[in-house]
């Protein structure tokens, strides 16, 4: 879980990491990559789920 998928993937790119474009789904935002033995990782932001409560 990461708190801002933007930053998460700004981050590696300026390091020259090869990164996912952030992918934008209901259930949250994720960043995808694969570390140097060939695993893949996903890392996912939550909704705002508070964002669409009313008062």
Not at 26 to 40: E, L
């Amino acid at each position: 879980m990461v708190a801002d998928a933007d930053a998460t993937h700004a981050d590696p790119v300026e390091r020259g990491i090869e990164v996912s474009d952030v992918q934008d789904l209901a259930w949250g935002r994720f960043v995808r990559f694969a570390d140097p033995d060939g695993n893949r990782w996903a890392l996912q932001q939550l909704p705002d789920w508070s964002a669409a409560a009313t008062g």
